[in-house]
Structures are given as structure tokens and as C-alpha cells.
């Protein structure tokens, strides 16, 4: 694992989830449902779980999300599901908080967005809001985001920078108030009452060097926990490279408690991919381990076949549907690194780095696969059913390598 120094900062319980401190980074996703309707929402939180969401958000945005929270928790716990649901709120959520109690119990969290709470009682809402949170002994998240950036203190910061005799930019002094909001915020929070350890920072911006010039200042001057993350990531490969990117220089400097990558999926598209994208960034990083690698060539014209990358697809895909049972039963299998290899050049060399590797045959080489163990020759596969028979040894190696006696009774999967 890597030797990076986390900052320090305070440990807030969510739910059953511990944020900063010395707790691993925690992974988290939003849904995208209609909040009201109970059984879309349980079922995409339920998803979202399974992909390896440690914490769900969930939009709470009028009566009809805020009565359906309670039936959500419920129907989450009579499956056995006790991932602590985040409730995300905008504009109304001192009304609904206090409307609603059933609401304000069932949720882990409080999402409060400093410049949504209104414009005239904006500082009284949000303490009706902070009011509620320790009524119901609940950790808020104070969300700044630069798209709903409280205005005035905006403005108050642009019109006390044009006095400057050497005015900053414009964006330099957005950046400052994203800062300044988030801080006076918290203060406000705690003059209210709420303790230091229940309360979690986020200041999201859209571009990579916004976001990580925020997080830096933000990191040294307060010592909450802080939830990293780009907002608005955007579509595809665009918003997995640019929330890696920003994601990745933060967290090398020890910021982030909890990260989550907010990415536009395609209509239909599968919402896991944010939390598949956090893990591997994570993963990538040396920091935390969730499913195990499969290392594999890019190909080129040494092989002319697809079998390879598709035999890769095939392990990755089947080691990621295999986790969650074997997350229970082989602890450390999450470390294991699996080598699919194209051709002799670097399929051997690679193979035998990885704990399991098998090097397929190139264009024009002799039709066979030779299979590594621990950096040693373990058997070669010939023939039509090559990958059916690695996955074989890949079952018997990770009972074999990371079984307990609990493990030893999973069976091997056709
Ligand atoms: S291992 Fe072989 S097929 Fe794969 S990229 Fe290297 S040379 Fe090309």
C-alpha cells in the first residue's frame, strides 16, 4: 500500500461509517431517482451498495421525497442493508427537516448547501437546519459548490477586491469565497451548537486545477474531513480522466476522507460506473484495494486476434461479479494481480510478475498458453476451452492462496 500521509483531521460518524481520522477513504455515490418513488430509489441504493458504495446520497427536494425516505430506510433494512443514506438538500431543507421528523431520523446526514438556504434568512434556515441536526444527533455535510456560490458574499469579496490597490482576478477571489463560505459555515454550524465532529467539508468546482487550489487551501485551514470530488464531471471518458486527475493530485498530498466521482451516465447507462471510477482511482493510487487487478497488454501486431482482450474482459468482469461473495470469505484476495498477456515478448515477463498470469499465443506462434503461479511455470493450456480452464485455476488459486476455512466451502463456479 502506499506511503502517502493522510492529513490529519476529526473522525465523524455516518451512521456506521467513520469519515477522516484514521478511517480508509470512504467511497460514495448519489442516485439518481425520482426520491418519491420508494422502489426505484430502494433498488438503486441497494445497486449502488453492491457495486461497493459505502455511503448513498439521495435528492430530498419536496414533501413527496421527504415522506418517502422513512419507507426507504425500511424497506433498505428488512433486506439486510444498512448503508447509512445521505439526504442532499437545497433551497427548502430547514422546511422539510422540521416538517418531517420521521425524515430528519432515518437519514445518516445532512447535505446543506450554504448558497441554497435563501437569500434574506439565509443564515436563519441554515440554522434551522444545523438545529435539526443535533436535534436528531446527525453529522451534516456543508457542500459548496462554485455553480450555486452563495452571491453575496460573493459580491461583499469582489467589491472589497476592487479597493485592493493591486486587485486580484476575478476567479482568484471566486476561489477565495468558495473558501470563505465553507469556513464561516462551519463556524456558524458550531456558534449553533453542533459539534467539530459532525461536520464533514465539500468545495467542488468543475475544472481539475479549481478544484485542487480549493481543496489545498481549504485542507490547511480548517480540520474537518473533507469530501473530495469534481462537480460535474461530465460524460464518459471525459469525467473518469478529469475527476482521476483531480482526484489523484489531492489525494497523493494526503487530502480526501470520502470521494465521490460525479459523472453524467449515458440515459439507461449504469450508475455504478461513479463508484467503479472511485475504487480505481483509490486502487490505482496504492491506497485501498477492491477488486483484483487484471493487468493486460494493449496488443498490437503481434496478434492479430481479439481472444486476449476479450479473455481479459472476461476475467475482469468475472473476478468483479465473483467479489462480493468472495469479499466475505477470502479478505485479502483484493490484492491478488492477475496478468493477461497477447503475445511471448511480455507475456511471460508480465505473467510471471503477477500472482496468476497466462500468456496467450501471438500471430504465427505455436498455438499454446502458458499459465505462471507465483512467478513460476504452472502448466500450459491448449485447445478451444482456454479460458474456461484458467478460470478454473484462478478459482483453485485464490482458495488455495487466500482460503479460509469459512472460503474452502465456496464452491467453484461454472
Ligand atoms: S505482449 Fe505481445 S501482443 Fe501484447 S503488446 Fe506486447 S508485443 Fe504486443
Known sequence: MSNINRRKSIQVMVGSVPVGGDAPIVVQSMTNTDTADVEATYEQIKYLHEAGSELVRITVNNSEAAEAVPAIKEKLLSEGITVPIVGDFHYNGHKLLTKYPETAKALAKFRINPGNVGTKTRDENFCTIVEQAIKYDKPVRIGVNWGSLDQQLLADKMDANSKLENPKSSKQVMLDTMVESAKRSAELAESVGLGSDKIIISCKMSHVQDVVTVYERIAEIVDYPLHVGLTEAGMGMKGMVASSAALSVLLQQGIGDTIRVSLTPKPGGDRAEEVRVCQQVLQSLGIRNFVPQVTACPGCGRTNS?????????????????????????????EMNVAVMGCVVNGPGESRNANIGISLPGTFEEPKAPVYMDGEHHTTLRGDNIGQEFREILDNYVMEHYGTSKGEQVAVKD
Open 306 to 334: 481479439t481472444y486476449f482482450q476479450e479473455l481479459a474482459e472476461e476475467i475482469q468482469d468475472y473476478l468483479r461479479e465473483m467479489m462480493p461473495v468472495w469479499r466475505e470469505v477470502y479478505p485479502d484476495v483484493a
